[in-house]
């Protein structure tokens, strides 16, 4: 597997006995944001100074957690770094075909050949932007197109967007894409099933973030804790565009309290 080797997450167990696995991921390729690639450090370190009680149980006690490191990224090259994520999820899967793949950008970009390599038949993408641009400034391959790729391959469901262009809303009116805000989202009993989980940090407002596109008037914490809370359990996850470049870091708290209510979900008990 095409990882570095760098793993200081607290809890580790062996891949083929995980519940789920975390992934880092730290490229800024077809980025605004040139520091998004710390977000998995600064996940990595946020969650090593949270406790894990959820107020009623440890959810380490429940679930089995095995870091496998950063995927070694290619700079310069979305290809490559692409088929990279891809092969690493592949090889991930080829032990563990149950594990959970809970990654960490990098910027938003990483979720498309993360959508290409688990093939869920719905992506809940839950960002500020919709990020269905066909291109961005002449090139295919953006944090601003990767949703419009994806759209290709499953069902997208866009939840607070906040900020779109022309394109973006003709396509998403042309091809049935689902657009909820916050409010709307958190009050649907959607049966989803088989779907993967996108959350830009810039869902939030920057109140509560640093992140590279900014938006004002963005979601709380409690609202999105809420939505999680409330929806099904997905199959897979993602969280991107994590601007901090310092520790402590109150998005990587913010990033790692969503995991954490994501991976309550699959305690059975719960």
Excluded at 36 to 43: D, E, K, Q, R, T
Excluded at 141 to 147: D, G, V
Excluded at 153 to 172: D, H, P
Aim: with cysteine.
């Amino acid at each position: 597997m095409l990882f570095h080797t760098t793993k200081s997450f607290t809890v580790e167990h062996e891949l083929k006995q995980a519940n789920a696995v975390f992934i880092g991921i730290p490229s800024s390729e077809g980025s605004l944001s040139s520091t998004s690639n710390f977000g998995p450090l600064i996940v990595r370190e946020s969650l090593k100074l949270m406790e894990d009680y959820n107020g009623k149980e440890n959810i380490f006690k429940f679930v089995k957690i095995c870091d496998v490191g950063d995927v070694e990224v290619v700079p310069g090259s979305y290809e490559l770094t692409a088929k990279r994520i891809k092969e690493t999820i592949s090889d991930i899967k080829s032990e563990n075909k149950n594990a959970f793949i809970i990654a960490i950008g990098g910027n938003h970009l990483i979720s498309l050949p993360l959508v290409e390599a688990i093939k869920p038949k719905t992506v809940v993408q839950l960002d500020a932007h919709a990020d269905l641009r066909s291109n961005y400034l002449g090139n295919k391959f953006m944090q601003q197109t990767w949703a419009y790729h994806a759209s290709k391959l499953a069902k997208i469901i866009l939840v607070g967007t906040r900020t779109w262009n022309k394109e973006e809303k003709e396509y998403a009116q042309r091809n049935g894409i689902e657009c909820y805000t916050v409010e709307e989202f958190a009050k649907k009993s959607l049966d989803l099933k088989d779907f993967h989980l996108s959350i830009d940090v810039d869902i939030f407002d920057p109140a509560y973030v640093e992140t590279g596109l900014p938006e004002t008037n963005g979601a709380t914490p409690e609202q999105i804790i809420k939505i999680i809370e409330t929806m099904s359990k997905p199959t897979s996850m993602d969280i991107t565009e994590i601007a901090d470049n310092k520790l402590p870091s109150k998005t990587g708290f913010l990033a790692g309290k969503l995991i954490l209510k994501v991976l309550e979900k699959l305690v059975k008990k719960y």
